[in-house]
């Protein structure tokens, strides 16, 4: 990936509808949750009856999203949040999937969304997010996706569960080049996308009294409070989107899901793309998105 101070030097070779989808005017809005600030991003007009809701990973930010967003088909709003702690939303004392949700709720009233027919569609921690959003209210959502989010069975020992993002604490570093640089995917893996990992890596940083830092909050790692023993349940309809190169879905995970959910969720595999399958196979999982939204009719056919 090559960083200069010229980030649209940078994305020289990015392809057209990237170039395109980002240079949208997305509108910047924020509301709050527990007197902290959610930052959230919208495009589209706020009266249609649809809306999408997409929804990042752990560390991650909403501009993760901001290419796909507009290349999803039909008429709908498109709300891309940061979740608390992480992107310009504020940081927290402990974190929680009940704080997700209320968060990621707390903007859906605030955009007059709550009576509306809501699609989540979560990658990672995302997914998660947006099976316990539809599990906690089985009647509030018109579809669940997610995305290479491993579902463990509630009975998963985690005794010896090794954590696919390390904890750290934050460093700080002098400039802003010589933090981007250091600008890594977890679980690492290879992305041949370098335009979109540039692109990512521009809103990943931000500059403090003490130097540049990443703007997730370190203590999110220790103190999420994960969902052990939880079982979903969502009565929406469900899409599961894996990667095929995936580190963190192995056979078992798979086969757990498969038999959990047969009955209320579909599943496809994108063979080429790893766990950042935004980032692997952007165009594809689109395509794929678009396919189930029509097959749910969640937008009025003409």
Not at 39 to 58: F, P, R
């Amino acid at each position: 990936m090559e960083i200069t101070k010229n980030l649209n030097q940078d994305l020289k070779n990015a392809p057209l509808w990237f170039q395109e989808s980002i240079n949208l005017n997305f509108q910047i809005k924020e509301t709050a949750i527990n007197n902290k600030k959610i930052v959230y991003q919208t495009l589209g007009d706020s009266a249609e009856e649809v809306v999408l809701l997409l929804i990042h990973g752990t560390g991650a930010h909403k501009n993760w999203w901001r290419p796909l967003g507009p290349l999803f088909n039909g008429s709908h709003y498109l709300i891309i949040p940061d979740l608390p702690g992480m992107g310009e939303s504020d940081f927290h004392d402990t974190y929680s999937f009940p704080l997700f949700k209320d968060g990621l709720e707390q903007i859906l009233k605030a955009e007059d969304c709550l009576h509306k027919k809501v699609v989540l569609i979560g990658h990672s921690l995302g997914g998660h997010i947006a099976g316990f959003m539809a599990s906690e209210n089985k009647n509030m959502y018109a579809g669940m996706i997610m995305i290479d989010t491993p579902i463990r069975p509630p009975n998963y020992d985690y005794t010896s569960h090794k954590a696919s993002i390390p904890i750290r604490k934050i460093k700080y570093y002098k400039d802003k080049l010589s933090i981007l640089n250091r600008f890594r995917l977890m679980p690492p893996q290879d992305c041949e996308n370098s335009w979109y990992l540039r692109y990512i890596a521009e809103f990943s940083a931000k500059e403090t009294p003490d130097g540049w830092r990443w703007r997730f909050d370190d203590t999110i790692f220790q103190s999420l409070n994960r969902l052990h023993g939880y079982e979903f349940q969502f009565h929406c309809p469900s899409l599961f989107i894996a990667g095929g190169k995936s580190a963190l879905l192995d056979s078992r995970i798979m086969q757990y899901m498969r038999e959990a959910f047969k009955t209320t969720m579909d599943f496809e595999v994108i063979n080429n793309a790893a766990h950042h399958v935004l980032l692997d196979e952007p165009l594809l999982l689109v395509d794929m998105i678009n396919a189930k939204l029509k097959q749910w009719k969640i937008h009025k056919t003409s």
